[in-house]
């Protein structure tokens, strides 16, 4: 049985030519899911990177499951990129170098290795020139709802809950977000609508959302209820 692999959507190097491959996978378990570290495997071949002095491609992509067997990877761009300057310390030949990412307040850490195929003394290889760096990304900023001028909407699923405050995490220092609270036949819960709902102007992973008429939403918990969320100007995250 196939576990997991690179497919047709991993596309090859252009100036390469070789089929993806999956090189390793890393994972670690992230909130609610299984946060993977997928190293893919561009090629070329070790023989003619041996010959050409230079670093192979391996480029760093995401995705994630919820049970180790079965993985969603929705978006095929690297995540972390190999340059393919020559001079760049992270040339090729990507790898990360622990669990994955570390989570350090409201940024997520993702340390990993990269090859410049130079030594410092001169000396030119595929396994030459080694370093390790790190990229940052806001917490839970995978992926945003994003809105311009114009309002977007936004409802979710049905969901119940057991604590009474709803946080955010949004970017719209210079837009503007709403919510409010649909009950399961999709009509607003008045006290809970946008009209009353404080607006939101920041740029923040951890925003509670204040209504006028209600001091949190305690009297809802445990009830099936829809939020919807009405942005301009911003990207909201989760």
Same mark, same amino acid.
């Given at each position: ?120 003394? &001169?000396?030119? @290889? $595929?396994?030459? #020139?080694?370093?390790? /760096?790190?990229? *940052?990304? !806001?917490?839970? &900023?995978?992926? @945003? $709802?994003?809105? #311009?001028?114009?309002? /977007?909407?936004? *409802?979710? !699923? ?15 220092? *210079? ?64």
């Amino acid at each position: 049985v196939f576990w997991v692999n690179a497919d047709s959507l991993d596309k090859p190097d252009p100036l390469v030519g070789d089929r993806a491959q999956l090189y390793s996978l890393n994972a670690v378990a992230y909130e609610s899911i299984i946060l993977g570290e997928f190293y893919i495997h561009l090629g070329p071949t070790n023989n003619i990177a041996e010959a050409g002095k230079f670093p192979k491609i391996t480029e760093l992509k995401l995705g994630f499951s919820r049970d180790g067997f079965h993985w969603h990877r929705p978006d095929r761009r690297p995540f972390i990129q190999a340059t393919r300057q020559k001079g760049d310390w992270d040339r090729a030949y990507l790898h990360g170098t622990m669990g994955v990412c570390l989570v350090m307040g409201d940024e997520l850490w993702f340390p990993y290795c990269g090859y410049s195929g130079d030594a410092e003394n &001169g000396h030119s @290889s $595929m396994y030459s #020139g080694a370093s390790i /760096g790190f990229a *940052t990304l !806001r917490r839970d &900023g995978f992926a @945003s $709802m994003d809105a #311009g001028k114009r309002a /977007g909407q936004l *409802t979710t !699923r049905p969901v119940t809950f057991s604590g009474k405050h709803l946080f955010v995490n949004v970017d719209c220092p *210079t837009g503007e977000l709403l919510v409010e609270v649909l009950d399961k036949e999709g009509k607003v819960i008045k006290p809970f609508s946008f009209k009353n709902c404080k607006p939101t102007r920041v740029d923040a992973t951890l925003q509670r959302i204040e209504w006028t008429s209600q001091q949190d939403l305690s009297s809802l918990a445990g009830q099936a209820v829809q939020f919807r969320f009405r942005l301009t100007n911003g990207k909201l995250y989760s």
